[in-house]
Every structure is written in structure tokens, then in C-alpha cells.
Nanobody, 119 residues
């Protein structure tokens, strides 16, 4: 089992910044990449950014140039630095870690942290 705990959400004005953190614990040997998804009210959950243990990153087009994902492998922490925030970035942000459970691929999820951007 892997546990993911997010922190750092909150309310910010448009143009502002927030930094989200996610710490993994438990059977961390079973995970490699870590990342962030988000879900706005009435919308499907969508990928925001991912980073592998080697530091290879990928981003949704909507956040490229504004968001930066990074990780601390020693502490199994992943961060999402969000700059130039827009009202459309308002969502619950979830940390995700694809791994293995019971010998099969399994996505571990955090409980989510709310990000609200006011105009």
C-alpha cells in the first residue's frame, strides 16, 4: 500500500501563485512516476503534470509555462509550483502515483486539496 498526502491548496487571486506538495509513504518501492490531476465541478478529472523518478516531465497544454512539477526522490515528495493562476485553474488537485498492487498495475491517489482562484 502507498499513502499520498497533499498539502498547499488554498484561495488566491488571479495572477497569484501556490505550491502544492505530496508526500508518499508505505510501499514506495512500487511506484515510479508521480504527478497531479485536477477535477473542477461538473468536469472530468484531468491530468495536470507528471514526473518520472528520472525527472522527465510532462504537462497539460493548459498549464505549460505556468506550472512546474518537481520531486525530491530522497523524501518521495512531489511538488507543483503554480504561477500566473487563472480562475479556470480552480479545482480539487489530486496527487497520483502509478504503482503495483497485488501484482497488477494500480494508481494510488491522495485525498485531494482544493485550489480556488478568484478573478
Amino acid at each position: 500500500q502507498v499513502q499520498l498526502v497533499e498539502s498547499g491548496g488554498g484561495l488566491v487571486q488571479a495572477g497569484g501563485s501556490l505550491r502544492l506538495s505530496c508526500e508518499a509513504s508505505g510501499s514506495i518501492f512500487s511506484i515510479n512516476a508521480m504527478g497531479w490531476y485536477r477535477q473542477a465541478p461538473g468536469r472530468q478529472r484531468e491530468l495536470v503534470a507528471m514526473i518520472t523518478s528520472d525527472g522527465v516531465t510532462s504537462y497539460a497544454d493548459s498549464v505549460k509555462g505556468r506550472f512546474t512539477i518537481s520531486r525530491d526522490n530522497a523524501k518521495i515528495l512531489v511538488f507543483l509550483q503554480m504561477n500566473s493562476l487563472k480562475p479556470e485553474d480552480t479545482a480539487v488537485y489530486y496527487c497520483v502515483a502509478p504503482g503495483i498492487k497485488g501484482g497488477a498495475p494500480y494508481d494510488y491517489w491522495g485525498q485531494g486539496t482544493q485550489v480556488a482562484v478568484s478573478s
